[in-house]
C-alpha cells in the first residue's frame, strides 16, 4: 500500500525520450513504481492510500532553478509562491559572487548592505550562523524547525570570500590571503556547497585576476564542484569574457557553468551563435560546460551596479562618498555615460533603458515603473542628476530592469544542449522582474506551447535532468523508480506565466500540483502549509 499513485498521467520524465502515460506510485517520499500503459494493458496497478486522477496532466520531474536569489527570501517567506507555483522544487543560491556565507561580524554587515537591493537588508533576519555548514542548517531547520519552501542548494560566492580575506581593495591578493581563501573555499565545499559563484562586475570579486580565480576553482574541482561566473562583460566585451572562463576553468581543471548566458546590448545583436560555436568548440575539446539562461529580454541588477569598479572599491560607504563630492561623481558621469563603464560592460549607459523596479525607501516610491530618462525629464534635469540622487537618497539600494536585451539571441542560446533554465529572479522590489514569478511556465507555455522554440519532452529535460546532473544529484531529476518524488502536474494545453512587466507578481495558471519529498506544496491550485524543503549538500564525486 503506497502513499499516492498518480494515476493515468502522461510523463514526461525528464530525459528527453518520448512521453508515455503511467501509474506513477509514490511512497516515502521517493517514486516507487512507473507503470506503463497501465490502463491499456489490464496489469496489476499499484493500490495506494491516494489516488490522484491525472487525466489530460503532464507529470514531470520538479523544475530545478539554476539560478536563484532566494538566500533570504527561504528564510523569509514560508509560502515563497514566487517559485513554488512555478514548479520549482530546488533552487541554486549564492550566486553572483555575494551571500551571507561565509562572512564574520565584519562583513555580514558589509554584505547585507551592499546586496540590499537584491535581498532587502535583513533587518527581519536573524543571522545566527557565519559558516556555509551553519548557513545550510538554518536552512534545514527554518520555521521552527519545519523546514522551508523548497530545496536549496549553495554555491560559496567568491566575492564574500575575498571580503573576508582581503576587503575591498582593488589589488591582488597576497600569497597568505589567497592561502585563506583557499582554506574558505575548501571548508564551504567539505560542508556542503556544491561549488562556487563570482560577480566579475561587482565589488570586490572583480578585483580577482584570473590567477586568483584559477586557484580557487582548483580547490573547487577538488571537491567535485563548479564554478558558477557572472563574467566581466554582458556587453562590448562578451565573447572576449566567456572565452576567459573556458579558458580559466580549462587550466584549472574545473567544471563550468555560465551564469544567465545573455548577448545583451545593440554590440551583440544577432551574435548569440558566435557564443554557443565558442561553447561548442570548448565541449569538443573535452570541456564539461553547461548554462543557464531566463526566457526574457532584459535584465535586472542594482543601479549602483552600472558604476565604473574604481567608484565601488571600498565598499557602500566609500561608494556614496564618492556620490557626494561633485568633482568625483563628474567623473563618475563621464565614464557611464561617454567611455562605458565597466558595471554596464563597457557601453556607455543610455538612460532610456534603465527603468526603476525597487526602492528601498518608500519614500522615493514615484521613481519606480519609471526610466531614469523619463524621471529626469519630468523634472527637467540631465538624467545623472537624477540617477545621483536616486543613488544618495536610497543608500544604493534602487534595483533596476535593464531593456537591452535581443528575442533572437534568448531563443538561440535556449536550444543549446547545454542549455538549463534559471531565473535570476530578484523578488524584492515594487516591481520585479517578471521572471522572478514566470521563468518555468514562460518556457512551457510561450517558447514549447505557442512558438514551438523547443519540444515539451526537450524543454522539460533543460529544466530537470541537465541541472540535476551537473548539480551532481544522483536521485533527481528524472520520473525513476527509487527517486526522489520532487514531481510537478501541469496542464500542457493552458500553463503559462501569469507575471508581466506591468504586473510582475502574478502567480502562473496551469500548474495544479506539486509535490517535493511526496508532500504536496501545491494541492488543486493551491499553496498548501506543507515545508518540505531542505538544503541540499554536494555529493561526494
Request: glycine share 12%.
Amino acid at each position: 500500500m503506497m502513499d499516492l499513485v498518480v494515476r493515468d498521467v502522461e510523463v514526461v520524465d525528464g530525459s528527453g525520450g518520448p512521453s508515455y502515460r503511467a501509474d506513477v506510485g509514490i511512497e516515502g517520499g521517493r517514486i516507487t513504481a512507473v507503470v506503463q500503459e497501465a490502463a491499456a494493458a489490464g496489469c496489476l496497478r499499484p493500490v495506494a492510500r491516494r489516488v490522484l486522477d491525472a487525466e489530460g496532466l503532464v507529470l514531470s520531474p520538479g523544475f530545478i532553478d539554476m539560478h536563484a536569489h532566494s538566500d533570504l527570501a527561504l528564510l523569509r517567506d514560508p509560502d515563497h509562491s514566487a517559485k513554488v507555483a512555478q514548479g520549482v522544487t530546488l533552487e541554486v543560491i549564492g550566486q553572483d559572487g555575494l551571500s551571507y556565507a561565509p562572512v564574520d561580524d565584519r562583513t555580514l554587515a558589509e554584505v547585507r548592505r551592499a546586496i540590499t537591493g537584491w535581498n532587502g537588508n535583513g533587518d527581519d533576519i536573524d543571522f545566527t550562523w557565519r559558516s556555509v555548514g551553519e548557513y545550510l542548517d538554518r536552512l534545514d531547520h527554518g520555521f521552527g524547525g519545519e523546514g522551508i519552501a523548497v530545496n536549496a542548494a549553495y554555491l560559496i560566492p567568491q566575492g564574500s570570500v575575498r571580503m573576508l580575506a582581503v576587503g575591498w581593495d582593488d589589488r591582488e591578493a597576497t600569497p597568505r590571503e589567497l592561502d585563506r581563501m583557499r582554506q574558505l573555499v575548501a571548508e564551504g565545499m567539505r560542508e556542503g556547497a556544491v561549488g562556487m559563484s563570482s560577480g566579475l562586475t561587482y565589488t570586490p570579486g572583480m578585483y580577482a585576476k584570473d590567477a586568483e580565480l584559477t586557484e580557487l576553482c582548483r580547490v573547487v574541482a577538488e571537491f567535485g564542484g563548479y564554478y558558477c561566473p557572472h563574467h566581466r562583460s554582458y556587453g562590448a566585451g562578451a565573447l572576449d569574457a566567456y572565452r576567459e572562463m573556458v579558458e580559466l576553468t580549462r587550466e584549472a581543471d574545473c567544471s563550468l557553468h555560465l551564469a544567465h548566458a545573455t548577448m545583451n546590448f545593440g554590440v551583440n545583436k544577432g551574435r548569440g551563435p558566435e557564443l554557443l560555436a565558442l561553447v561548442d568548440d570548448a565541449l569538443a575539446g573535452g570541456a564539461d560546460i553547461s548554462l543557464d539562461t531566463y526566457p526574457y529580454t532584459p535584465g535586472c541588477t542594482t543601479l549602483v551596479a552600472m558604476l565604473p569598479s574604481w567608484a565601488s572599491e571600498g565598499g557602500p560607504e566609500a561608494i556614496l562618498a564618492r556620490l557626494r563630492e561633485e568633482g568625483t561623481a563628474e567623473k563618475i558621469r563621464h565614464h557611464m555615460e561617454v567611455v562605458g563603464a565597466d558595471g554596464c560592460h563597457g557601453v556607455p549607459i543610455e538612460w532610456d533603458t534603465i527603468e526603476i523596479s525597487g526602492v528601498a525607501d518608500p519614500a522615493l516610491a514615484e521613481y519606480v515603473g519609471r526610466t531614469v530618462q523619463e524621471s529626469a525629464d519630468a523634472r527637467g534635469e540631465a538624467p545623472w542628476v537624477t540617477a545621483r540622487r536616486l543613488l544618495l537618497d536610497d543608500g544604493l539600494g534602487s534595483t533596476i530592469l535593464q531593456h537591452v536585451g535581443h528575442e533572437e539571441n534568448v531563443q538561440a542560446i535556449m536550444r543549446h544542449r547545454v542549455h538549463t533554465g534559471g531565473s535570476d529572479g530578484i523578488l524584492r522590489g515594487d516591481k520585479p522582474h517578471p521572471r522572478a514569478y514566470g521563468t518555468f511556465p514562460q518556457y512551457l507555455g510561450r517558447y514549447v506551447r505557442e512558438l514551438g522554440v523547443l519540444g515539451l519532452e526537450e524543454c522539460v529535460a533543460h529544466l530537470t535532468s541537465r541541472p540535476a546532473a551537473r548539480l551532481r544529484l544522483p536521485d533527481r531529476g528524472l520520473v525513476r523508480e527509487g527517486y526522489r518524488a520532487d514531481l510537478v502536474l501541469f496542464d500542457p494545453a493552458t500553463v503559462a506565466a501569469g507575471s508581466t512587466f506591468e504586473n510582475p507578481r502574478t502567480l502562473p495558471t496551469g500548474i495544479p500540483y506539486v509535490l517535493i519529498d511526496g508532500r504536496f506544496v501545491v494541492e488543486d491550485g493551491r499553496r498548501t502549509d506543507v515545508l518540505a524543503g531542505r538544503a541540499v549538500r554536494r555529493t561526494a564525486p
